[in-house]
């Protein structure tokens, strides 16, 4: 049965307009009748068609309900249920003041997968679901006034997690007991310049653990490393009881850490090598950019030294990192004693230091100085 409400009423409802003539006919305004329900048509293709939700839309048409034969402005609301059950209806955030309604099937999606979680043990949906779309109609947010219900319509969808948009990692960290301050410094491990999602650090370990991260504190262990590539010999590499990255045997290692986008997730590999750092340039070997070995120390906070100059220029540095060339893992001494800087997009040495970055990453060298570095702390002095 209709509701009847007396236009007396209806016309202290600003949100719902209608024309009156004169103070004689007031008696004759048009009453609020507020239907039953009203019908919600089932789009064509939904007997034959499976609607792919996430960046999909359903179209969806109706007729406005009859308030008493005259045109008035109604707000639609979609709402969703996986049951079609009194009580299990969501409804969407989006309305619409057209017959012709857009669902979004972003919006529909997340609703879908959050209630078929809720009802099977956090399950995701594998095949097509049945779910129900009505229209929820009213004239005014106040009070909901003028409130009806279309009748349900059966659809079919697919509805699943969207694909995650991976990116791969901008740094990497690592942190443990020797690594300059105990478990205390999270030391910045360099881009290789040139090679996207790879990094390398030199580091001493004294037979102990570390850990990594994306960030500082991220406090990423063995576990995380989805393979290990270990070039050095008689080096066992393993994870103790708080799950740390342990070696075997004390000494300067080199760590090149490569991530991949596998499927869903990031794959993470860590090659461990010697440690081994070089001189090149103009200064070196008679100029012949062959690179010479600078000398290790025998500790974890001594310096890395290199003396050997046949000629004099800029200094040119470098970390061996296996499988990349040595202008990819460069780095100079800013001022000439401070901290190291490393090749990169912002400071990219190409022709030399003073002229492509500033002349303060510029250091000279030649017999008589001394190249001193400190890859614990990433500090250095030209002495």
């Not at 079919?156 to 960290?173: D, G, W």
Request: charge should be negative.
């Amino acid at each position: 049965m209709k509701k009847i409400y007396k236009s007396l009423l209806f016309l202290a409802v600003a949100a719902v307009p209608f024309l009156t003539s004169c103070d004689e006919d007031r008696d004759s305004n048009p009453t609020l009748s507020i239907p039953s329900s009203f019908v919600l048509n089932t789009p064509g293709l939904a007997a034959s068609n499976v609607y792919d939700l996430p960046n999909g839309i359903i179209n969806l048409t109706t007729n406005q309900p009859d308030y008493g034969g005259w045109p008035a402005a109604v707000i639609y609301a979609p709402q969703v249920s996986l049951t079609g059950a009194e009580g299990s209806w969501t409804e969407l955030s989006s309305t619409s003041t057209n017959t012709k309604v857009q669902v979004s099937g972003d919006e529909l999606n997340t609703i879908i997968l959050n209630a078929y979680k809720a009802a099977n043990n956090d399950e995701t949906p594998e095949g097509p679901l049945d779910i129900f779309l009505r229209l929820r109609a009213y004239l005014s947010n106040s009070g909901n006034l003028g409130e009806v219900y279309s009748n349900a319509v059966q659809l079919k969808v697919m509805a699943y997690e969207p694909p995650v948009q991976l990116e791969l990692p901008t740094s990497i960290y690592v942190c443990g007991n020797s690594i300059a301050d105990a478990w205390s410094t999270w030391k910045r491990v360099a881009p290789i310049w040139t090679k996207e999602g790879q990094f390398y650090t030199m580091i001493y370990n004294n037979a102990d653990g570390f850990k990594w991260g994306n960030k500082p504190n991220d406090w990423f262990g063995y576990d995380m490393i989805d393979e290990f590539d270990n070039l050095v010999d008689g080096l066992e590499i393993s994870s103790d009881g708080d799950g740390n990255i342990v070696f075997s045997k004390a000494g300067w290692y080199v760590l090149k850490f490569v991530t991949a986008i596998e499927g869903k997730k990031i794959k993470y590999t860590l090659t461990v090598a010697e440690g081994k750092a070089c001189a090149i340039g103009a200064a070196v070997d008679n100029g012949s950019w062959s690179g010479v070995e600078m000398t290790a120390p025998a500790d974890y906070d001594g310096y890395w030294t290199f003396s050997d100059f046949t000629g004099s220029g800029e200094m040119r540095a470098y970390i061996v990192v296996p499988g990349v060339d040595w202008w990819q893992t460069e780095f100079t001494i800013f001022g000439g004693n401070g901290d190291l800087v490393f090749r990169d997009a912002e400071h990219n040495s190409d022709a030399n230091w003073k002229d492509d970055v500033g002349e303060e990453y510029s250091v000279n060298v030649g017999p008589g100085k001394t190249i001193k570095v400190n890859f614990n702390r990433n500090t250095g002095v030209v002495e």
